[in-house]
């Protein structure tokens, strides 16, 4: 019952925590009914379980650190909460004998056609990058299915998580879900040989994983890689839905880093030369206060009026929402940046804080509106402040966007020659962008045959 309703909680929290959260693959996910192992990347600590849990219809049971289930009540929470230990021999050598028992728990779990979530790299890691695998995900696997005779009907689902940036708020996040792989299909190859059949079931997860997420194997390259992807993406976008778009953008960020990493390799001086373009155009746009979208589009608004009246009649429930939210954001924040912890916590701190600040004054807010009116007007005032507050966030990105393309076209009028010269960076860079496409699928078609 806790966990259900931590799920909805939680859910809401994500929902405002992420500008956008979108999903592709969630129809390959094997009914209910079916035990399934979710494996995934981990680039944020505690974010990544919350944000899977959150997305999926059925209950999920966590693989989680042992070490962090010292404490008695803290092990019955995390009890309650579906996650169970697991030892490694980085962070728990001497209690690595405890994981036959957990191996055996994990049997029966999947037995009764539950599900459980792993996280194969073993640890977090805010980078665009994959660890390496390690075997206990396969070994779980196969190990339930030679208890139950390879007669389960279990899978691996391997999930991708991308985020833009998990750490900071109104950020976007893509959830890139693979075919289900099944692990009937490694049976032969376990009754010869269990061990081998452990390794080719791990690579077939890394491999599955590494389709799923972008990687960039060389750190030097991910400043010039953000840059083209910050400016070619929206030169690319058409109008598809938000999840249509999030497919694009990561199908088109996988193809930047391997044609950066081709011209790195072949043309070291064209990376070089383009990335020195780049950058002054970005930081002449930073100076002017001006969005690339601007300069590409050149529109004040598609509907000027429709913004007026959305400002106008909307500027009440941006009140209501500014004035009820106000407190618990800047509390949220303010509590959230006093926690010294790890990279790869950050996000998920500021969702909890987030959540428990915001619940918490909700509640009195509600309360002392229910104790100075009615007990009705309390109940309707808390359902109330949710959809208002998101309602203000929309109202203020809103706002910024109208702000900015006001600021644009005062700076047109004033110094046209000053959008003129940017109009002719941001085409040049398109034009090398497109060239450089040319040259690196001819190359790959070369490759192919």
């Not at 080719?200 to 992807?229: A, C, G, M, W």
């Not at 990279?343 to 509106?369: N, P, R």
Request: a neutral charge; hydrophobic letters at 45%; proline letters at 4%.
């Amino acid at each position: 019952m806790l966990y259900k309703i931590f799920k909805v909680l939680f859910y809401l929290t994500t929902k405002a925590y992420f500008r956008s959260i979108s999903v592709q693959g969630s129809e390959t996910i094997p009914d209910s009914g079916k035990p399934i192992i979710f494996a995934a990347n981990h680039p944020s600590s505690f974010m990544d379980p919350i944000l899977i849990a959150v997305i999926l219809k059925r209950p999920v049971y966590f693989l989680a650190r042992g070490d962090i289930f010292k404490n008695k009540i803290i092990r019955k929470l995390f009890n309650t909460f579906h996650m169970i230990p697991i030892f490694t021999a980085d962070l728990s050598p001497d209690q690595l004998h405890k994981n036959e028992s957990t191996f055996e728990k994990c049997y029966d779990h999947l037995a009764n056609d539950n599900t459980l979530l792993i996280f194969p790299e073993g640890s977090s890691k805010t980078e665009r990058r994959l660890r390496p695998i390690k075997t206990g995900t396969a070994r779980i696997a196969l190990g339930a299915e030679e208890k139950n005779d390879f007669k389960l009907g279990l899978s691996i689902v391997p999930i991708g998580i991308n985020y833009s940036d998990p750490h900071y708020f109104n950020n976007d996040v893509f959830v890139n879900i693979s075919k289900p792989v099944s692990i009937a299909e490694y049976k032969n190859e376990f009754e010869k040989d269990p061990r081998n059949a452990v390794v080719q079931l791990t690579q077939k997860l890394k491999e599955e994983l590494e389709t799923s997420i972008v990687i960039i194997e060389d750190e030097r390259l991910e400043k010039i890689i953000n840059q083209v992807e910050l400016f070619y993406r929206s030169t690319l976008r058409d109008d598809n839905k938000l999840e249509e778009k999030a497919v694009q953008d990561f199908e088109l960020s996988q193809d930047i880093v391997k044609a950066v990493e081709f011209f790195t390799q072949h043309e070291p001086k064209k990376v070089k030369d383009f990335k020195l373009k780049i950058t002054q155009y970005l930081a002449e746009l930073e100076r002017l206060d001006l969005r690339d979208t601007q300069i590409r589009s050149s529109s004040v608004s598609k509907n000027l009026i429709g913004k007026i009246l959305y400002f106008i009649f909307g500027f009440p429930i941006f009140i209501f929402g500014f004035v009820t939210c106000l407190i618990p954001f800047k509390l949220s924040g303010f509590i959230s940046d006093k926690i010294i912890i790890r990279e790869d916590f950050v996000g998920a701190i500021k969702i909890a804080v987030g959540l428990l600040v915001f619940t918490f004054l909700f509640a009195i807010e509600s309360t002392l509106i229910g104790m100075y009116t009615d007990t009705l007007w309390g109940i309707l005032f808390f359902i109330a402040l949710y959809p208002a507050g998101a309602f203000t966030l929309a109202y203020i990105t809103n706002y910024y966007k109208f702000r900015g393309s006001i600021k644009y076209l005062n700076l047109f009028m004033r110094k046209s020659d000053v959008v003129a010269n940017m109009k002719v960076m941001r085409k040049e860079l398109i034009n090398e962008l497109e060239a450089r496409k040319e040259e690196f699928i001819i190359s790959q078609e070369e490759i192919i045959n």
